[in-house]
């Protein structure tokens, strides 16, 4: 079987995402499609054109990054459903100490990608469409 992971954020998990509808439709995995995603996305990068994102509750700071790493979340889940023999899954790494983060982050590089690495190496047959924050899985 052939893996992907990708690298996310906990930032983006639906929690994080203020519109109330968007995350409602990022939590529909059962119907979920990849041309809703596009949709939201595209609706995002309207609201953004236009200086919406205050009508729409959406804190301008951080939403770009939420809703990009929220949309890449729900891609995943997209695929894994879509392609059973894929194991396609979601990590955030946590706060590692990178040039992002200014060298700030709470976590080594070696220790930030155990993660990563532990879902590259998952056996045949394991977990897919799911997203884990450093090495345990966890709710989108």
Excluded: W
Excluded at 53 to 72: E, N, R
């Amino acid at each position: 079987m052939r893996r992907i992971v990708n690298v996310s954020a906990g930032l983006g998990k639906l929690q994080f995402v203020s519109n109330q509808r968007v995350r409602m439709d990022l939590n529909e995995v059962g119907v979920l499609s990849v041309d809703k995603l596009d949709e939201i996305v595209k609706e995002y990068l309207k609201d953004v054109k236009e200086e919406k994102l205050d009508d729409k509750g959406c804190p301008t700071h951080t939403s770009a990054y939420t809703i990009s790493k929220a949309a890449v979340n729900a891609y995943a889940r997209i695929v894994a459903k879509s392609y059973p023999t894929l194991l396609i899954n979601c990590v955030c790494p946590g706060f590692v100490k990178t040039d992002m983060t200014c060298n700030n982050g709470l976590f080594t590089v070696e220790v930030g990608a155990k993660g990563p690495v532990m879902l590259a190496m998952l056996p045949d047959g394991g977990p897919s469409g799911l997203f884990f924050e450093r090495m345990e899985a966890s709710t989108f």
